[in-house]
């Protein structure tokens, strides 16, 4: 890892009380139903949680893994499928979380093979969005925050696998 040091960009409590917001509007949008969540791993795991503490609908989970940064603060363009999800997701009403959509590339990959899975509807929510750095497009549905284009970590966000567990996300600064 290149020399670097970190900056708070959102406090954990513009954080937490953006969850608390996302977690009211997806119970009104799907009241009377049940919600099933996507987290996909590793990134996605401390926001997945905190959002569905804050969802009032009936909430289950299950999780999926993909892999396209390693150790790297760029993608490298292929999306591995690490893990597959326990359970089937037709006639369900998926979510699929995410900590940050940046290429776009894992959610688009992701969302075709999931609709191809016949749930009955499928929808994402980020917890963070970076505009700039899309190279392909996808529809998203809920989003916390649109951000500049700086790598970011904390609140799941890793650089090589460190910083998941700052309770604030914060960008890398290279000295
Ligand atoms: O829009 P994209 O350019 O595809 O980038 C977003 C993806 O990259 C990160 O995952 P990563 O592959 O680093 O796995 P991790 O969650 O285990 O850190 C992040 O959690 C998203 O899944
Ligand atoms: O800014 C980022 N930080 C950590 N992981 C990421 N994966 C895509 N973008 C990022
Ligand atoms: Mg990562």
Request: glycine letters at 6%; a negative charge; charged letters at 30%.
């Amino acid at each position: 890892m290149e020399k670097h040091h970190i900056e708070v960009m959102l406090s954990e409590e513009k954080v937490d009380a953006r969850i608390k917001e996302l977690g009211e509007q997806i119970s009104r949008d799907y009241a009377g139903k049940s919600v099933h969540l996507i987290c996909i791993l590793k990134g996605s795991v401390y926001f997945t949680c905190e959002l569905a503490k804050r969802i009032t609908v009936p909430v289950t989970m299950d999780f999926m893994q993909c892999s396209s940064y390693g150790g790297e603060t760029k993608s490298s363009g292929i999306v591995k499928i690490v893990k597959d999800l326990d359970e089937t997701i037709m006639d369900r009403n998926v979510i699929i979380i995410e900590d940050i959509i940046d290429s776009g590339r894992t959610l688009s990959h992701l969302k075709k093979l999931l609709a191809q899975r016949n749930p009955a509807s499928l929808k994402i929510c980020t917890l963070l969005d970076k505009p700039e750095r899309r190279v392909v497009d996808v529809d998203v549905e809920y989003v916390g925050f649109q951000i500049e284009d700086k790598f970011v970590v904390g609140y799941g966000l890793d650089y090589d696998q460190q910083y998941r567990n700052l309770p604030y996300i914060g960008m890398v600064e290279f000295d």
